[in-house]
């Protein structure tokens, strides 16, 4: 499902016909090229763009055999995602045939099974290296009659045609029967496709609005300028997660059924919202990272690990805007969005991670830390999307306090035209001067603080600016920040808290995270644990039994480690931390942002 103008040529060009054996959850592919060489490489990707880490998507390939006019063909694997092949005849087609395994229920691998398939190319396309610049065409064949395809590329006489491989890799596909929406901006075409769990009551009149008010509101932000001439969203539906992939001209998105609109829905809730701030997200990384981007990414090299200290300007300053496009749009109100970045605060700072990493490390390691979360990273961790927002946000007063009518706009804008003129991706150390070029302001002594120290933002001192008082009160990890009307006194919150994140179990509570400076970290417990007991008595409300003591007192909290029953004492006492809430006390300044 493409329209073009795009064209691709039709010479010589690297052929996969993929066919899905259903039951199996196994892509068969054959792989046609015409070699040149004596000896050819085959490789495989190691991770897919947007998603910073190792993931070994050659791992999943059962078999592969070679032939020349059914002759076999040598193959030999000499790395973990590398083959070769040699003994064929030149300039006469080589077809490889190979199975993969593909039953990763996700949006950055492959899929298979009799109702669905989803697949990314850097899961199951095979690329040869020294003829990755001709034209890559996928086709399908032992298809269900009811399936179709979707994806972004360009679709001519049964084929999907990508210019070159780095095209191929970055269109994912949806197979099967699937829903599909449309509605333009500005004449270029836009597509959504659902899949998965469709409810009777889905309202996709208001669904089209809504996404229609999210993407101009965004393509204006950027001079009503598109960096491409259609656009895609493969939506799946169902599951608790919420997540997205972003891609040259599509996006890979999966949310919970219950989160699309509704015929009775008379307003938007929260889950609707989260995922426009989801779509949002994505859609905003067609300028801010698959155009706009970091020197070392323009190219990836897809086979071992990209490092830069960027992300939390990839990925936080588009977490900034996700949702201030949202309140843009209008499909939020000033009080939701000032929420908003009120749990972000409260998101970031209840956790000791922020006083450990700084931004810069937090983006350095995504390859090995962010994206393999662990029992003890809320202590060690520091998320270069929520903080990374945060720092968006200050730079943007920063920016509007400092200059003549200017704001962190005119710095996408100002990069969005750059890469119109270049095409090259932003050095390490660019991003201060370039700031300084399309605002007239220098933030190269904040942005060193904000992203290499751990230091506390000044959130506080900028809001006063602007009509806002951020207050920070003794509150425990159940508490959440509210925005406060102007007069409204805040009342104590005396609830106990253990300084865990649990899971109710079939018998007891199973411990998630332990936080640092917690009675449960002061008393031993740890990740994994299973609570069953308070003082010998069976734990099957957590919070109802714990509210039973005071601070001060002390229990014992009996407990299942491995294999072992355990026994720890806990003094609810140190359970405090702080929690920020937020009070409006000057809407007039106030009106000068939002």
């Known amino acids: 499902m493409a329209v073009a103008p795009d064209t691709v040529s039709r010479a010589p060009a690297i052929t996969y016909t993929i066919l899905p054996l259903l039951n199996t959850h196994i892509y068969k592919i054959i792989l046609q090229f015409i070699p040149n060489t004596n000896c050819s490489t085959l490789k495989l990707p190691t991770w897919i763009p947007g998603s910073y880490m190792i993931r070994e998507f050659s791992k999943n390939i059962i078999s592969i055999n070679v032939k020349q006019q059914n002759i076999a063909v040598i193959c030999e694997q000499i790395d973990k995602n590398t083959w070769q092949i040699s003994g064929y005849k030149l300039h006469q087609q080589v077809d490889i045939e190979y199975e993969v395994y593909a039953f990763d229920f996700g949006i950055r691998t492959a899929y298979l099974d009799s109702k669905r398939g989803y697949f990314n190319p850097t899961s199951l396309c095979l690329g040869i290296l020294d003829y990755e610049n001709l034209a890559h065409i996928i086709q399908f064949n032992n298809m269900p009659p009811t399936w179709n395809v979707a994806t972004g590329l360009t679709y001519v006489e049964n084929q999907y ?30 597509y959504i496709i659902l899949s998965g769990t469709i409810t009777p009551s889905f309202d ?16 204006d932000l950027f001079g009503g300028v598109a960096p491409f001439t259609n656009y895609t969203f ?10 997205g992939l972003e891609h040259a001209n599509s996006t890979a998105l999966m949310a919970p059924y219950y989160a699309v609109s509704t015929s009775q829905m008379n307003k938007i809730n929260d ?25 070392v990414f323009n190219p990836y090299d897809l086979y071992t690990e990209n490092y830069t200290g960027l992300l939390w300007w990839f990925e936080g300053i588009t977490s900034y805007y996700d949702d201030l496009v949202l309140y843009r749009a209008g499909l939020i109100d000033k009080k939701y969005y000032l929420q908003i970045i009120l749990d ?51 730079l943007d007063l920063i920016i509007r306090n400092k200059s003549d009518r200017k704001s962190l706009d005119d710095v996408l804008l100002g990069l969005y035209n750059k890469w119109l003129e270049d095409g090259q991706g932003i050095a390490e150390e660019e991003l201060s001067d370039l700031i300084k070029k399309y605002t007239g302001c220098d933030l190269a002594k904040e942005i ?35 925005i406060l009307p102007k007069d409204e006194e805040l009342a104590p919150n005396n609830k106990l808290s253990l300084g865990i994140k649990s899971v109710k179990e079939t018998i007891g509570y199973k411990v998630i995270n332990v936080y640092d400076k917690t009675p449960a970290s002061e008393s031993g417990l740890a990740g994994g644990d299973i609570l ?54 000057d809407e007039e300044k106030l009106s000068n942002w939002l």
């Not at 996709?204 to 393509?219: A, E, V």
């Not at 701030?277 to 859609?283: D, K, P, Q, R, T």
């Not at 009160?473 to 508490?479: G, L, R, T, V």
Request: with cysteine; aromatic share 12%.
């Open 271 to 295: 889950d609707y919202l989260k995922l426009l701030g989801l779509i949002s997200h994505e859609y905003f990384h067609l300028w801010n990272i698959k155009r706009i981007k970091p020197q």
């Open 448 to 482: 060193l603080d904000y992203t290499t120290t751990t230091n506390e933002l000044p959130l506080k001192q900028l809001f006063e600016k602007y009509g806002l008082d951020l207050i920070k009160i003794s509150a425990n990890y159940a508490s959440s920040g509210k």
């Open 234 to 243: 493969l939506l799946y539906l169902g599951g608790e997660i919420y997540t």
């Open 161 to 190: 045609l990508a210019a070159n491989y780095n095209e191929l890799i970055d269109a994912p596909f949806e197979l099967g029967e699937f829903i599909r929406l449309s509605f333009e901006v500005y004449d270029i075409p836009h």
């Open 532 to 585: 069953i007991a308070f003082d010998n008595v069976k734990l099957t409300d957590l919070d109802k039994q714990l509210s039973l003591y005071t601070v001060n007192s002390q229990f014992n909290v009996t407990l299942f480690r491995q294999e072992q029953l355990l026994t720890v004492r806990i003094n609810p006492k140190s359970d405090l931390t702080h929690i920020y809430n937020l009070k409006i006390t």
């Open 344 to 394: 972000n605060i409260n998101n970031i700072y209840k956790y000791s991670g922020v006083t450990k990493q700084s931004l810069l490390n937090s983006s350095i390691t995504a390859w090995v830390k962010f994206y393999r979360p662990d029992e003890n990273s809320p202590n060690s961790l520091v998320s270069y999307y929520i903080k990374g927002a945060l720092v968006g946000l200050c």
């Open 204 to 219: 996709s009149k208001r669904f089209i609005k809504d996404i229609t008010t999210i993407c101009q509101t965004q393509m």
